[in-house]
């Protein structure tokens, strides 16, 4: 079974610039989480998708940070303007059914680490 | 609001010790829990869960023990490998408008000396 996936691995920036991830979960899971990741942290939600619709953003500081998810399958989470602190690590995970049910599992992609200079 | 922490940033094992990796909940309604293993380079790895309702749980090499009295998780990993060095966190599941939503501890660094 083919896992998560996310682009770039790797990204670099100058604050002020816009930049956009990536990811495709694995195939079948509706929910679709994005996650950051300061060094030394644990993850932290910043949204998560129901198929194409948000169900919780709360975190997602809505200034600078967007996500979409059109068909219900890939996503994208765009920064604009970058500032210093969002240097981090950008996780996508995905889960199978309707995300109500806490058993089941989460699956990471492997991230994309910005460093915003 | 809420936090899952962890007692120790770092903790060193002997390759075929038993490894203790202790974490503290403050939310006492958080009623199931999951660590995971986060490898260098990758996103967090679901190893064990417990619902609050048990003491304890065992996996392949790895026991979780709760106690709810004072809020403390700890996951126990037997034989500890090499490749059992990583990043571990603890995590609680609660609801957020009827949608499971995972808060993660800070972590705990595993260094497995051979």
């Known amino acids: 079974e083919a896992g998560v996936a996310q682009s770039p691995r790797y990204k670099i920036i100058e604050k002020r610039q816009s930049v956009a991830f990536w990811c495709n979960p694995i195939?079948?899971?509706?929910?679709l989480y994005w996650y950051q990741q300061i060094l030394g942290q644990g993850p932290k939600l910043l949204i998560q998708?129901?198929?194409?619709?948000?169900?919780?953003d709360s975190q997602l500081p809505k200034d600078r940070f967007s996500a979409e998810r059109l068909k219900g399958v890939d996503s994208t989470l765009k920064i604009q303007p970058a500032k210093l602190e969002d240097s981090a690590v950008y996780l996508c995970?995905?889960?199978?059914?309707?995300?109500?049910?806490?058993?089941?599992?989460?699956?990471f992609g492997p991230g994309t680490r910005l460093t915003v200079l | 609001g809420e936090s899952v922490g962890l007692h120790l940033p770092t903790l060193s094992v002997q390759e075929g010790d038993n490894s203790i990796i202790n974490c503290a909940y403050s939310?006492?309604?958080?009623?199931?829990f999951i660590w995971y293993k986060q490898e260098s380079g990758k996103g967090p790895q679901f190893i064990i869960d417990?619902?609050?309702?048990?003491d304890k749980r065992q996996g392949q090499r790895v026991t979780v023990l709760l106690n709810k009295t004072v809020k403390h998780l700890s996951l126990q990993i037997a034989a500890t490998q090499p490749g059992d060095s990583a990043v571990y966190f603890c995590?609680?599941?609660?609801?957020?408008?009827?949608?499971?939503?995972?808060?993660f501890g800070t972590g705990t660094k595993l260094q497995v000396i051979p």
């Open positions: 995970a995905g889960r199978e059914g309707t995300g109500r049910r806490r058993e089941d599992t989460q699956y």
């Open positions: 195939s079948g899971h509706a929910t």
């Open positions: 998708f129901q198929n194409n619709g948000v169900v919780d």
């Open positions: 939310n006492s309604a958080s009623d199931y």
């Open positions: 417990i619902r609050s309702n048990m």
């Open positions: 995590a609680d599941t609660g609801d957020s408008g009827g949608y499971q939503k995972v808060t």
